[in-house]
């Protein structure tokens, strides 16, 4: 909503910005204007300009982690002050090492930054001397020639829409222009109408079409070195991945899973007997299919679809199976009580998993339920699951240690029976 003081007095807008929550809109009006001309050495695209965020993993990740993150309903809406923050510092040091007017201190870290490249395998055909006679050009910086992002083959045309082989999506190159020496953004009028109302290029150089044709300035400008910029984000996000993944946590997670599964059949064996063990097994595949056969007939007969109802029919059979063991003792022959023991050791964590997944569900249909009366957004609905992660894991095999330490008691009673 368009302010209506400023409506009023029909006082000018200098821009605006919409809110990361899509919902607000904070507008900003002309003072006074100041006159930069004498900063702008050239209305020729120009290194001096230069501000562009190469990569950052929270701001400016690569293709793939902006995919991962759509797909999995990860916000990629940037930190638009700390962006600006990244822009003045890139522009700053810029300014500095052209300022310098050194081209040996310019040729050195163009050698030291192509000998990364090479150690890490990054296709391209640039050497520090070329490299740096396209970029020199004291007072002015301005911008002679591009660097292909790809290698093209012979006749080919360069096309600056087209990604490499085996690449795909993003567009640039290394010479990248700062959008505000070149172009004009879209602002609102007193009205709230969207119009293009900023300082434009031609006000400083009125022959800027006849002298740079945007449409043909690049094509005529193309060198024949490249440089494959897709390789090097790739190369800065296993950087970043190795970094911050915790490897030897995710690996020695399932190592231990497997281990206690083992260890888990063969203390069975050992406490009971290779029949029992085997019977167990075949008890175990017979109720699962039971109670799956149970809930689907109740979907087609009672119309039960809720999938608390699944739930809940699962935990009542954990429930039971667990009790089992101590009821049929001494009631039964010994191999039936083996038989629900063997379940109920190897099952439970599968239980303690259960009763999680259970109050996931009560908790992320609760908040959907608010997303109903448009109180909270769709994607913060998360439950127990997804605030605890891998910790959920570990409390399951802390908790059927404890169990197990408990129920060795009941093994020796049923050790102690009679066959």
Excluded at 17 to 30: A, E, H, I, L, N
Excluded at 59 to 71: A, G, L, M
Excluded at 252 to 277: E, G, K, N
Excluded at 287 to 294: D, E, Q, R
């Amino acid at each position: 909503m368009y302010p209506e003081e400023e409506k009023k007095s029909r006082t000018p807008l200098a821009y605006y910005k919409d809110g990361g929550d899509r919902k607000s809109r904070t507008y900003f009006f002309k003072k006074q204007v100041e006159d930069l001309s004498p900063y702008i050495k050239t209305s020729m695209p120009s290194y001096v300009n230069f501000s562009l965020v190469f990569y950052d993993i929270k701001n400016n990740p690569s293709t793939h982690i902006r995919k991962y993150r759509y797909e999995n309903n990860i916000s990629n809406l940037e930190d638009e002050d700390l962006l600006k923050q990244q822009q003045a510092f890139i522009n700053e040091k810029t300014i500095k090492i052209l300022e310098s007017e050194n081209s040996q201190e310019l040729q050195k870290l163009m050698t030291d930054f192509l000998a990364i490249s090479n150690e890490f395998r990054i296709a391209n055909n640039l050497n520090s001397r070329d490299w740096s006679k396209m970029v020199y050009n004291p007072d002015k910086f301005e911008v002679r020639q591009f660097i292909k992002k790809y290698q093209t083959k012979l006749g080919e045309e360069y096309d600056t829409n087209k990604s490499p082989d085996g690449y795909y999506g993003g567009n640039e190159t290394v010479a990248v222009i700062d959008s505000a020496a070149a172009t004009t953004d879209n602002y609102l009028d007193e009205n709230g109408e969207v119009k293009q109302d900023t300082i434009n290029v031609k006000d400083f150089n009125p022959n800027w079409d006849k002298e740079v044709s945007p449409k043909n300035f690049f094509k005529n400008n193309i060198s024949d070195y490249y440089y494959y910029t897709a390789d090097l984000k790739t190369l800065l996000e296993n950087v970043d991945t190795i970094k911050n993944d915790d490897f030897f946590t995710d690996a020695i997670h399932l190592y231990i899973w497997i281990a206690f599964a083992l260890a888990m059949f063969i203390f069975s064996f050992r406490v009971t007997d290779l029949r029992s063990l085997l019977f167990s097994i075949i008890s175990a595949g017979v109720i699962i299919l039971v109670v799956t056969l149970f809930c689907v007939a109740s979907f087609f007969i009672f119309k039960l679809n809720n999938i608390f109802f699944v739930f809940y029919t699962i935990l009542v059979t954990g429930i039971i199976i667990l009790l089992l063991p101590f009821i049929s003792m001494g009631r039964f022959p010994k191999i039936i009580s083996a038989i629900f023991m063997i379940i109920s050791m190897i099952g439970f964590p599968l239980l303690i998993w259960l009763i999680f997944g259970i109050i996931n569900e009560h908790q992320v249909a609760d908040c959907r339920s608010q997303v109903d009366l448009g109180k909270i957004n769709y994607e913060n609905c998360k439950g127990i699951l997804d605030d605890l992660g891998l910790t959920t894991s570990y409390i399951m095999l802390i908790l059927s240690f404890i169990f197990l330490y408990f129920y060795t008691g009941f093994i020796k009673k049923w050790k102690a029976l009679p066959e």
